[in-house]
């Protein structure tokens, strides 16, 4: 079983729309947490014919733009 997600030391700065993101994310990893603890989600590694199905999607897709750095 994976090991559980570490929780992220809130920032002092943080704004407070950046601290509602992390306390909801927060909540959704203790709700996938609780789902795989009481056996209603399972976690399974990939097949090898699964993985290879998806890297077949993937790579039919365009590529990702790079993202330019911001300029402040």
């Known amino acids: ?6 929780k992220a030391e809130p920032a002092k700065n943080l ?5 509602r993101a992390l306390a909801a994310r927060e909540a959704r990893l203790e709700a996938i947490d609780e789902q795989v603890k009481d056996g209603s989600l399972v976690v399974r590694q990939m097949t ?4 290879k199905r998806f890297q077949a999607e993937a790579a039919k897709r365009p590529p ?9």
Request: aromatic residues 0%; glycine residues 0%.
């Open 64 to 72: 990702k733009p790079k993202q330019r750095p911001r300029s402040r």
């Open 1 to 6: 079983m994976a090991e559980p997600a570490k």
């Open 15 to 19: 704004s407070p729309q950046a601290a």
């Open 48 to 51: 090898a014919a699964e993985r």
